[in-house]
């Protein structure tokens, strides 16, 4: 059998699939229980299986293998495999050698731990507590290495032999899972001190070596170095806000020597896709992999995931909206470059006290809204912990799974077999694109200050979680003024790519790299339109004056200290034409250039400058997202859209109803949950024609289709999802209203199923209809 991928989905055997999973962990669910779990799935339209193996699971004691079930049912790895062949279902196995899985020491045993303890990693001032949530490993010390390749070899011919080049279920294979080196790499001083890396001539030195000239160094942390062995790992926050950005782009570098390390002995035995989820559980740090991978000719697929509580109730409401646009935006940035399919191996299915259906489908629904298509749910099946392979999370691993550790099944089914149903319907949906009109620039090192919580020296507030990502963030305030947006790279991105946008947003600290600083100037004076705020930087990336973009510009943003502690920063108001008292939050920076329109008591606040071709909004404050009853947000969102000549590709009469365009499919979201009604023009027709209004009673989300052929039929639109065609049977769902209207040409009459039309239309060869029905419906031609 052959296996390969289109750059969005994966083909098998010479057939393009769509992938649609769920988790089932085989060593946490009892075997006698495999096959009902295994059909259950497939009944909910799942066509697809992912599993890890545990290390620790299958190697007890040294050198003690058991893939058969000798020693315990649920250790029959191979029984597993051929059950889930016989069945008919994709595997996607995760064979580590840390799987994480809120399972002991992420499936490293502790044989190893306790007779190698010089392989765990070290803190700046002595060993780490053995008790904690995972007890972090130095990847790169070379009696670690030697024992993963042992495990490999044992392991990775088991898996071989159900590849699906070789006839059995094996699609693809994982390397690690999350290797951000046991996830202390958001902590600045935590990791790794392990005497391989701070020894003369060890790794830190190795990299400052292969990456950095002494001279630069020296200018950089503002020290006279003589050589190399001078430079010690920073050990708190007084070292230079440099040095410690080094130290984390340093940890970035292990794990990417790491990963190299298991691709190359994966691939002795392994054809298929292989794959890596979210390396370093960074965003704007794929840039990193991405360089890696490139250089050394590596054919890694990118994965991602979703996750938005962990035991509490599920929350996805309007306000993570901004956060999933960001996060997919970057992560296609990158997955892009690399030509691989699109796939969010761990979407949120479980890890909640409850999961809402309607909150779920708003998540589930945003990931192909936004460009991924392939969508794993984790975890789908619960299970047990085994004794003595207990975590943090206890015995019981079924924390609101789909499927119950019981076999029971929960609410949130319900969305995953419509989406699916919905996915494998409408094949030409994977070739659309989201049509954004406005795209984000990010900047790397600002992620890293973020996470840390460093500001040493800067004017500007790191707390990007907060003013960006948050419940409150720019991308929210985005997202909820119906303007999709996709994301660049600013030190990736090319002019030209950034010319392909009607607009540019950036947030910028009080610095900025030079050749970034550059670009801007650049793509400003060759047309394009820049929205930069709250401030514009001063500074390169060796934090050295530098103001090139400023000076490009002939605008000057005072210097003025952006306040930290929450119960200080203030609450403040600035106003615009036909905006008064708009709510602000933090420092107000005074701007002087440009022509002035948005003004703090009198002070100008905000300009535009026409520079080259182009154009430049500066603001000297934070946008964030506020709702009021007057919506002053929003509106002034559009008025920056408008300055600049930046049309949406579509339009709606009721702002609370987002919209995503997709080439011939529009996802249609009521985020907040209240009734939204209106109507829409998209690609030159407005709907509905019969009906008043399009009517969403409740969150959720439809997919409408506009010109979707449908076999001899053309479904110029419709208010309701299509699902697809059976046959001569058109199926339909839309479970936010009791009321559809359907545009079809290419047929004078149809039978209804589940419905009836309550008024029609038959003009110029196009019958329209309005229908009552149920969740779903059906046309029969």
Known sequence: ??????????????????????????????????????????????????????????????????????????????????????????????????????????????????????????????????????????????????????????????IKDYLATNGGPIISVSIDDEPSYWETIFQPFLTDYNEVITRPGGLWEEFLRKNHPLDELGERYGSDFADYSEIKPPKDETEPLTKILDWHHFKIWMTNRYVGHLYDHLRRYVDVPISILDPYLLQLAWRHFYRYVKEKNLDIHLWTEFWYSFYRSFDFKEDRLGHVYYKIGIYNFYRKRLGTPPLSIETQSSLAHTIEPDEAELLYALLPALGIHNVNYYLYVGGENPKGYESHNGVTWDVYSPIGLDGSERQHVEPIEWLGEFLKGNSRFLDTELEATVAFGAYEPYEALTIFGLRKGLTESVNLNEYLLGERGLFTLLAMSNVPFSVLDLEEASVEEMLSYGQLWVYSLDFLAREVQDKLAEFVSRGGNLVILPMLPYLDENLKPYTALADFLGVEVERAEARDNPRLIQFTSVESDGIDRMLVRNTVRGVRGGEPFVFHYGKPVGTLVRKGKGSAIVLGFRLQYYTSYHDLHRRFVDRLLGMQGVERPFEVTDRDMILLPRGNYLAVLNPRGHRVAGKIRYRGIEVPRLMDEIELNGRGALFLPFGVPAGGVKILYSTATYLGRTGNTLRFRNHLSGRSEVALRGVSEVHPVGARIIDESLEGGILTLVLEHGKEFELGL
């Open 1 to 158: 059998m052959r296996m390969d991928h289109d750059g969005r989905a994966y083909v098998i055997d010479g057939r393009r699939t769509v992938i649609y999973g769920g988790t089932l962990q085989f060593f946490r669910v009892p075997r006698r229980h495999w096959r009902d779990r295994l059909e259950r799935m497939r009944q909910h339209g799942l066509n697809t299986v992912d599993t890890y193996v545990a290390w620790n699971w299958h190697e007890p004691e040294q050198g003690a293998f058991d893939f058969t079930g000798e020693t315990v049912p649920e250790r029959d790895l191979v029984g597993f495999l051929e059950l889930a062949q016989e069945l008919g279902m994709n595997v996607i196995i995760r064979p580590g050698p840390y799987i994480c899985g809120e399972w002991r020491n992420g499936g490293i045993p502790d044989w190893l731990i306790n007779e190698h303890p010089e392989i765990l990693a070290r803190g700046p001032n002595g060993p780490l507590p053995r008790d904690i949530y995972y007890p972090p490993i130095t990847y790169l010390h070379p009696t670690y290495l030697e024992a993963v390749s042992k495990w490999y070899d044992a392991v990775l011919p088991i």
